[in-house]
């Protein structure tokens, strides 16, 4: 295949690692645990090894940028800050409220996760604004993505052609420290082939945490 014609981006996306606050709030600031840390240092070791990003993104919440520090620190790299890539707002204040799934009763576009919040449509349209910008400013290149589980969700189903106004009636099993791995043709792959063509390589990956697995 021309990859200047038909350029690909290898997007991998990880889940921050476990994040933990002495109060027991759950929020923008909640910073990684000890088990977080190891995590975030365990994914450096191994994207670094065998992947070699050429770029680092990260939302700008805490638990994402610190999940992302040791790789940069590996490949010598600062990361590129996105608001774009924060949580959909649940309105969930605590890992309590967090594991009763309030998530669940939001499916339509429409729908909020608070009366002040963004939609789901809304949130899937910045959502893959931020991806089609990686893409077309990242041809032919790798791009590792610090993000959330909502996040990569809704990276996926930009990349299988969802629009923002599809219901959501489905999730993928995301742990802490999973990467999700796409490759991404804008143009396609081939002559008189689908204008736009997705690779899904793996989802919610976990194997290189062997023993430091966890959910939330």
């Known amino acids: 295949m021309d990859s200047q014609q038909f350029p690909t981006t290898k997007l991998l996306l990880i889940r921050h690692g476990q994040a933990r606050s002495a109060d027991g709030s759950y929020g923008e600031d909640t910073p990684l645990s000890t088990l977080g840390e190891r995590q975030a ?29 040791p790789l940069c620190k590996a490949l010598k790299q600062e990361p590129l800050m ?40 809304e949130f899937m349209v910045r959502v893959t604004d931020s991806c089609e910008e990686m893409i077309e400013r990242h041809k032919n290149e790798c ?16 990349a299988v052609g969802f629009t923002p106004e599809s219901i959501w009636q489905h999730e993928f099993n995301l742990t802490n420290g999973s990467i999700t791995e796409i490759d991404y043709w804008p143009n396609g792959q081939i002559q008189g082939g689908s204008p736009r063509y997705a690779s899904i390589v793996r989802v919610g990956d976990s194997a290189h945490l062997t023993d430091l697995v966890s959910i939330i």
């Open 143 to 158: 791009v590792a993505v610090f993000a959330h589980a909502g996040t990569i969700d809704a990276a996926i189903r930009w």
């Open 41 to 69: 240092q365990r994914l450096a070791e191994v994207i670094a090894a065998n992947t070699q990003p050429t770029t680092i993104y990260t939302s700008p919440y805490r638990r994402a940028a610190e999940t992302a520090i």
């Open 82 to 121: 996105d608001h774009r890539l924060s949580e959909f707002d649940f309105g969930s204040n605590s890992l309590e409220a967090i594991e009763e799934r309030p998530d669940l009763l939001i499916w339509q576009a429409t729908h909020r996760g608070t009366a002040r919040s963004e939609s789901l449509g």
